[in-house]
């Protein structure tokens, strides 16, 4: 039987695509050894050496079929440069090919050829065997009706105006959400009905929506949820495992939490020499114990990076049986947890750590609120003078140490939907920042920094939380920007979170500071994950990893793994379940930490992106049923075009044209971020507070317009100076267009 290496290496040099026939006869297998030979490969496939073309062929996991589709993205030079239609690799970002002279002329942007590939020094080149069909669009939308029997698409990307006329709309009739493809060419688009999925209003449909354009995975393969059933079944026992069941752990979670993957506890220091401190101990669900490397849970959430929160569902990164049952760390049930142990001196600093595999019995799961209710006397708890109050009072020491670090302090507003059991909305309002919330975050930071800190002891591979200082253009801006309201920031100076801090500290307007939050917000760089250490800006900490929640992070599933290598945390083999042997790290992947913390950085925006999406439009919908009423807003953002503003009452961002604001010019400024008007002398500025009139809320697309009290074109023009050729003001000349006259079509192909 050949060897990994030895058929890697063919694969590597075989000029044609190799599939199980093709490798067996190669390395001259027969009967019994072919039937081995598939087992090996559906092993390396598993480990993800090898990838598999539909299971016809093989070729190395990150490298290209020998002939495969690829489809043009973008002209480099003289040269086109070439994607593949279909990319499986996980963890392995999308090679860029580059196509050669011969058959290249006939090609465009967008157009898809079979062609055959081949390495060319680091990367490739590919050789064109045949132009195919162009792959069609897909467009989200909901069917409207416009004159006669014509229908229409209307986009739910509300940067898409334009609605396209249906050319097929197979079955689907007006008012209901439908994927279409698009056809034709620049203003002859038309769209083509491929599935239709339902009532755009009804329960659940607003998070389908940003399900289907942002192409979220939502549903797991068959083999990932048998697979995740098996490994439920696996045994707990206190034999290899820190037996931490009569210790009250609690855990404290939003009222509505769907899963509960942290859990902590707190008690007095009794050793003399940490006199005033604190021993704490962070349980973490140990989701490394059921989902191990290279299966096929693996596979699935390497693909969605993160579960996704909406109002109405969650889609999960891992199967409902392990996320919100094994997984989910519920009172009074035995539960896998990977626990740090943290000691806590009487200034709030970290002196020690450890990190074990554990079973735990949490004593109750609370809600902030109750939490809080019972620290304050207003609801009493059984936990709160045994288990609540040293937690406070640990919480306290952890609090004065982050004071003492200066972190950046945004303290922003969350908006919370809440919905009756039929999916329909009861209220959107501000969720309450509570010390509860504070509490728990503090000692998942502890947690976090102790992970980071215990891996590079050992050398092993760290996937960093990583947020950079801001970048100098962003600085200039913001100094540009301060200076409008007489506020100094220097630019040579060392940038800390608490020079941001000082900043906002020297703001006692109560109408400014909330313009100058805004802007230092903006100012910061987008946090991702990484393994080289660029420390945490916002955190002010030098060393940061996300351990806390590895139900919902793969990022913090990895950083239980490498734990797992790095402190000799291996489980004894599992019994004969089919499950991958080992829960450690795997050697493809920490060798490829690189690319797989890009390819979850990137799932991570685009849940946000999509979480956001969803919650507008669920204050649109909301919204829906309030426009004409008059609101009060607080403007976040200026441009030429107009402003944007947001209720303060319960969120809700939506756009005033400066085409409404008055018949008179206005003059937008960049650096102050305003909006004046040219004769009245009306300012329009980021953070400040006014009333507004609700014009418009679309729920389908999530877009918002305000207008002013008084009626859009409210103040008067400047006044007329004379008339003049076509009855203009001011003797000016009708407006003569270049081009066609208007009642002329143009009949160009």
Known sequence: MPSRDEILKFLGESQDA?????????????GAE????????KDMADEGLIDSDKGRAFHKMGGLPKVTVLKVIE?????????????QAEGVPMPRVRLSERGRSALAVGDRVLARTEEAGSGYRAFVMKKLQRASEQLLGVVEKGEGRKLWLKPVDKRIRRMVPISDPCNAEPGQLVLAEQHGQRDRISAKVTEVLGEPFAPRSFSLIAIHKYGIPHDFPSDAIDEAERAAKLPLSADHREDLRHIPIVAIDPVDARDHDDAIWATPDDDPANAGGYRAIVAIADVSYYVRPGGAIDRAARKRGNSVYFPDRVVPMLPEILSADMCSLKAGQDRAAMVCHLVIDASGKLRNWRFTRALVRLAANIAYEDAQAAIDGAKPHDLQDTVLKPLWACWKLLFMAREAREPLDLDLPERRIVLDEAGRIVSVAVRERLDAHRLVEDFMIAANVAAAKALEAKKAPVVYRVHEPPSREKLVALKDYL??????????QVVRPATFNGILARVTDDTVKPLVMEQVLRSQTQAYYGPRNMGHFGLSLASYGHFTSPIRRYADLLLHRALVDAHGLEQPPAPKLDLPPITGLAEHDAASLDRICELISGFERRAMEAERETVDRYVAAFLATKVGEIHKVRITGVQSFGFFATIEEF??????????????????????QTLTGESSGERYAVGQRLELRLAEADPVTGAIKFELPEGGNYMPGPPPRSKGPGNRPGGRPPIKRRGRPANIRHQSR
């Open 18 to 30: 190799a599939g199980k026939r093709e490798i067996a006869k190669h390395f001259r297998l027969k």
């Open 483 to 492: 200076a409008t309201f007489d506020i100094s920031f220097a630019l040579g």
């Open 651 to 672: 969120g809700g961002d939506g756009l005033v044209p400066v085409s409404t604001l008055g018949a008179e010019r206005f003059w937008y400024d960049e650096a102050s």
């Open 75 to 87: 002209a480099d030079g003289r040269d086109l440069i070439a994607i593949p239609d279909n990319w």
């Open 34 to 41: 072919k039937i081995a030979l598939k087992a090996l490969l």
